[in-house]
């Protein structure tokens, strides 16, 4: 049995936070409080397993993915490959890609063969499945985040805070995150609420059931320059791997304030070996961030045209691109690009909520 | 490999970390060749001149004011540090500190305990069940019902044989039902051949159904002793009903004393010393622990030698929360009458003297072999420096009871921790916070890892995402000069 694994209520007592290693989870299921409980046990049940299912093939995991290539053991990384291989061919990936969406499908999966919710969402880190019965509906915000230079962090120490705070709500490098709607300190809502400016509703008829956020600022390394790019797509693992492909598509080939570093230099054992990842990106004159945006958004709607993905919002310093804008549902803001007061703020998808939440 | 990169063995992904870098999960990173753990975790923070207690800070979400920690004012608890167990690793965090000019050390580790449970007091007199009886949660065996106390029923739940020596369904149950209680969560237990009762850390506890407002004043003799005076020429019997001691009046010492003339009552149940007696029924959920609900069901007919019709008979239960008056009839049957005025206030008396009854969860846990060697190169020599109050134990900031001779077995009052204090493991065990704070010279003599010991602002420094909550009041503050928890 292994021990390292960490299994609690969050002190609002309806979440359940599971922490592994480097995997890190909110869970949070709804229905009857029976069937919560049977959904949160069969899910700590099944959690102590993940981390070391994944390292033993986790040197296959690290390769790069080809199209025809083999198949790992574990229904983990077997969710990982298949998200990756619809870009085996054309590009450089690995499964670990999707592991943040692969993990948060395994255990939202466990929880819904379990017992009967109506509702539940796992959040790995930013990369979060949901599930949503018949009726049942998501509302997710859109929401402007501080510049990291705000938060004099250096880039070691930024990390997630979601496990101790009662909302995870300001990931220290461009992310994404999650609330509901009770048992949130009103505080911490109105921050949200100053800052929210658009929101979008997931319901049960729509077929999303992912969403992930990939970008240089974050916790993975990104081979582009979006500070965060959010994608809604019908799995987490599948929205996993297009953020990464997408957010690596934003970029402005041999820009000179662009800081990039070969990822072995700064993780000797990274999955992307020598490739150059970004590690600064300077100000950029505003031709410059859309023609950035631009690649990222014509992959990105080529995915949204081969069914890979369902929506994504991209951002670059201040700057946000919308792909399948109607699944965005930001009718308030009809404008193509949105655009912040320099260095004040970003946009990010930063969470859903259940029905309302943002509004009270 | 790297040269100067550092393995990390904290999790089976292995990272090697550069120096300045972290590892992927962001928790562990390489400071100058060490690993060391960056982790969120509660801080207790003193409120000078504030009187709430436990407000958590918000995280992330406020900026550092740049002030910083002042060392005699923040002590930093285990919860949420972690743990290195099984490793020889040393704890996640020793900090050291400043206190009136003293170099503190306080090393703060997660236990996972599996040999450990709660001792619950609930004060009732009403009967759960048989001592050994075995105490059920969700149907699994989960504690047994241990000798009561003067005024309580005690249980004793969780210990090793449940987490671990049963089924796996009794060991999560019963780890459940720990981690509830201990986190100030209410818990239904089922009693066999008892009662069901609802218990919670400071609450009153619910049994069959019924809230449980007050303890008994005293036993039923202990009553009748202390009531004698006030009843005296306002009625000529009492019955004070007690499933331990059925006390009367004119029998009773007491009675003897103000010269209460004999009524000519008979008790049921076996007579002790005069004036008190055993069984009288048996125990329940009714007046004064017993299982009777009409109290004329205790008493036999009265001697008609003695006796005399108008006789007046009060009988009243251990809390004052059952009573009832009589006068005998020409025939000497007692016949219910209303509670004349001047007997009310010595009903009432009885039930204010009952102090509310609550739930008492202790939380109880042994800090085993791997544990202190977090902490000392030489284990025993932790134990040792405990025993010799040199060393000072807390759990989550809160002053804990260390039991006399070997090892470190320790108690604390759940309700005195921050929320929330405990976690879990899936072994099952449970994960508490403990803390060891000594001064810095006599860490470095029981072989502690003085390489590992950093300033508390450095922790501050490195982590904003630590809970800051005002410490319970009542609490001892953790660093003040004083005894140890062994007192």
Redesign the interface.
Known sequence: MNIRAQIRMLPDNRRLHMHDGPIDLIVEAFGRPMDIKAAYRAAAQRFPTVLDELCEELKFLRQPTRPDGPLPQGPIARRMVAAVTPYAATTFITPMAAVAGAVAEEILGIMTHAAELSRAYVNDGGDIALHLGPGERFVVGMMEYPRPEAIALPRELARYTFPNSPVFLCAPRGSSSLSTSNGTPRSEYELQRNTLFGTTTLDFTHPVRGIATSGWRGRSFSLGIADAVTVLADTAAQADAAATVIANAVDLPGHPAVVRIAANELQPDTDLADRPVTQGVGELRLDEIHAALSAGAQVADQLRRQGLIRAAALNLQSETRLVGRRNFGLDEYPVESIRFGKGTASAVPIGATSDGGFSR | ??DD?IRCD?????????P????????Y?NHDGQLVR?D???MLERAQSRGESLV?F????R??DGNLVNDAQTFVTAI?A?TT??DYKPAPFIISSQVQGVDMVTVVTEG?FSYCGVKLKIDTDRHLGAECSIVRAQGEAVGHVTTSEYGSQMLSLGGVRHLTGGSRHEG?VTCDTLLHLC?G?AVELQIDNGAKVVVQAGKAPIVDGMQEERMRVGCGSATIGMFAKQWFGKVDEVVVVDDHITGVLSEHQAGKLLDIPETGIKMKGRRSTPGRYFKVAEPGTSWGGTNITDPLSILAPFDPEVAKPGLRLLMVSTTGEQYAYYELDDALRPVERNLPPSLQESVARIRENCEPALCTVLFMGGAGGSLRAGVTENPVKLTLSVRDALTRVTSGGAPVYVWPGGGITYMVDVSRMP??A??????P?L?APIEFTMKLDDYAALGGHMDHVRPLHSIHR??D???RVAPREGNPWPLSAGKSGRE
């Open positions: 490999m790297a990169a904290a999790c089976p992904v292995l990272c090697y970390i550069k300045g870098r972290t590892g992927s999960c962001d928790r990173g960056l969120p975790h509660v958590p918000l995280g992330k979400s900026e550092w949420g972690g167990y099984p996972i999560t986190n969560k929320e929330n405990f976690g879990y493991v899936p072994t065990a994960v490195a982590d995402g630590s809970r």
